[in-house]
């Protein structure tokens, strides 16, 4: 078998970026071609062995390179999915030339629907005014909707945005946790501040926040509003009762636009409590002008374990109803 050796002089990047912390992407790439030498000095990475493989993990290198001078995302799964015969940067260079692009984020991140039942979401708001967006954990399912809010928002078609979730306790309680009721409450409104961070600069979201451009509260603080020339997202909707979920879509003013998210497979409300979401994604999708999208496995994009780990559950979940049906049969 011939073998080769390649040096690739890599200039004007941060070898973290590229490397990963502790040399983490790096060793993905080691991980999958054992029989290489893979070692990285200063600016220049040394690739040794058989010529097919060295050439493959020098394209693979050239691509990640490629990824981080264009400002895109770069991440350990980036590098899995390469290596696995995906190529992000058309992908991604692809969404960035077309409709699928929702903002530009911060240091000119580009944010887009990056699976189509995501791309789904974005079509369906723009026909609809209500959208019901179902799916288990890691569908991106909040971070399109913030996403297409703030489009909407920099697109000047709505004049502020409404971030609202139930305040739930999930397995804990809310009165022993220490602070003032807002200090108590941000914790469950984290993920919208964080996908908000991706998308607006600091001072800028800081602006939006204190003149109440965009606003982020609980459910309950939604009781007795009109909500106008707004667009409105209500996050983890599966914790909402069945009275919640009518106060929030009553609400709703002429001009308003609307998503609501949430996972049907975990509801943190009381036992036999009736998910408002449940009933109102059923109940309201024959009205014109409300829509629903169901995500799947096939969408989740975080780390590629999610998706194995959420298949595990949903058989254990098959697995379970299956033998209360058939206990049900036998009495």
Wanted: with cysteine; aromatic share 4%; hydrophobic share 35%.
């Amino acid at each position: 078998m011939t073998q080769s050796e390649i040096i690739l002089n890599i200039e004007n990047i941060d070898p973290l970026a590229l490397y990963g912390e502790n040399n983490s992407k790096l060793n993905v790439l080691r991980k999958a071609y054992p029989d290489l030498l893979i070692s990285s000095r200063g600016s220049q990475l040394k690739i040794s062995g058989r010529k097919k493989e060295t050439q493959e993990v020098k394209d693979k290198v050239e691509m990640m390179v490629k990824l981080l001078r264009d400002k895109k995302e770069l991440t350990v799964q980036t590098v899995e999915d390469l290596i696995q015969g995906t190529n992000p940067y058309q992908i991604q260079l692809s969404h960035s030339e077309s409709r699928h692009v929702l903002v530009h984020g911060r240091e000119g991140k580009v944010i887009y629907a990056k699976t189509s039942n995501q791309l789904k979401m974005v079509q369906a708001i723009d026909e609809n005014d209500v959208l019901f967006a179902i799916g288990p954990a890691g569908t991106g399912k909040t971070y399109t909707a913030v996403a297409l809010a703030v489009r909407a928002l920099k697109n000047k078609l709505v004049k502020k945005i409404i971030l609202t979730r139930p305040a739930v306790e999930a397995g804990e309680n809310l009165g022993f946790l220490p602070g003032d009721l807002k200090e108590k409450i941000d914790p469950y409104l984290r993920p919208l501040y964080d996908a908000l961070d991706d998308m607006i600069p600091a001072e800028k979201l800081e602006q939006y926040i204190q003149n109440r451009v965009i606003e982020i509260a609980p459910l309950a603080f939604m009781r007795g509003r009109t909500l106008d020339n707004a667009f409105i997202i209500l996050d983890e909707a599966q914790n909402s009762t069945t009275l919640q979920m009518k106060m929030f879509l009553t609400r709703l003013g002429p001009s308003a636009k609307c998503i609501i998210t949430g996972d049907i497979s975990q509801i943190d409300l009381p036992y036999r409590q009736v998910s408002g979401l449940k009933q109102a994604s059923s109940l309201l999708g024959k009205i014109h002008g409300i829509t629903t999208i169901y995500l799947s496995t096939d969408d989740v994009v975080r780390h590629r374990l999610v998706k194995e780990i959420l298949k595990a559950y949903d058989e254990l979940n098959r697995h379970r109803n299956m033998t209360e049906n058939k206990k049900e049969e036998e009495e």
